[in-house]
């Protein structure tokens, strides 16, 4: 029996868990980080928590006699996948990122790409006056400063108490988002301006395809670099690298 530890908490993991689980001769355990008060759980076992930086990972890889690390956390999970890379190295097991690919600026898309959140802040002081602002509860902090600006703060779960948070209104709600829906968002709350990670995928793109016909500006955070290793991008990709290690 091949042990596989899928780091999870993205729609990618979920459906990997899925299809590795009608695999004879593979063992799947999901971890969630537990940042999301009600995550969507996926079959088999799933370990809900942190494991206490990369020594712990290791220690646990050991102890639960892994044999596979697949990391199909967010591509912002910075921490996270960096913690994977060396715990994988440390208990000499093989490691494999699931990635989701970025999306690309097509014509018609009014972006202006900058290096992490704190950049984003800054380019909001002279360029907006209603922000649609989609990075995440951890991230709202870096624009609370910016009490000129009024912000439409979506997020899965609220900020916790002692969050500073900028003007504006907080609209809890998790995706998959629709296009008409989006349209409607932008429209209604005269939104001249949206923030957001580039997240890839097609749950939350509606917003940027609104963007483009309503011909609104978006600041697009990129995406902080990986550590080295095999890299995936799709889901049958991973499952045939899973298996090429059974």
């Not at 593979?26 to 928590?49: C, F, M, Q």
């Not at 942190?50 to 990391?71: C, H, P, R, S, T």
């Not at 600041?219 to 059974?246: F, N």
Request: hydrophobic share 45%; aromatic share 6%.
């Amino acid at each position: 029996m091949m042990r596989v530890l899928i780091l999870g908490g993205t729609g990618e993991a979920a459906e990997l868990v899925a299809k590795l689980a009608n695999i004879q001769g593979v063992e799947v355990i999901t971890s969630l980080a537990g940042r999301t008060r009600k995550p969507s759980v996926p079959l088999g076992d799933v370990r809900i928590g942190g494991f206490g930086g990369v020594a712990g990972l290791a220690n646990y890889l050991y102890e639960m006699k892994i044999d596979l690390l697949i990391d199909a956390t967010h591509p912002f999970a910075t921490q996270m996948a960096l913690n994977a890379a060396n715990a994988a190295t440390t208990v000499n097991i093989p490691r494999i990122k699931l990635i989701r690919p970025p999306w690309q600026q097509v014509p018609g898309d009014r972006w202006l790409e900058v290096d992490n959140i704190k950049s984003a802040a800054t380019v909001l002081e002279h360029q907006a006056k209603r922000v649609f602002l989609t990075v995440g509860r951890q991230e709202i902090g870096a624009f609370a400063h910016l009490h000129q600006i009024w912000f439409l703060m979506r997020m899965i779960d609220p900020p916790e108490s002692n969050t500073a948070v900028p003007p504006g209104r907080l609209l809890c709600d998790r995706g998959p988002f629709h296009l008409d829906d989006e349209r409607e968002i932008l429209i209604h709350h005269q939104i001249d301006t949206i923030v957001s990670k580039n997240s890839g995928g097609d749950a939350t793109y509606a917003k940027i395809i609104a963007a483009r016909e309503l011909k609104l500006k978006v600041v697009m955070v990129k995406r902080p670099p990986l550590p080295p290793g095999e890299q995936v991008t799709t889901i049958d990709q991973a499952v045939v690298g899973c298996l090429q290690y059974r």
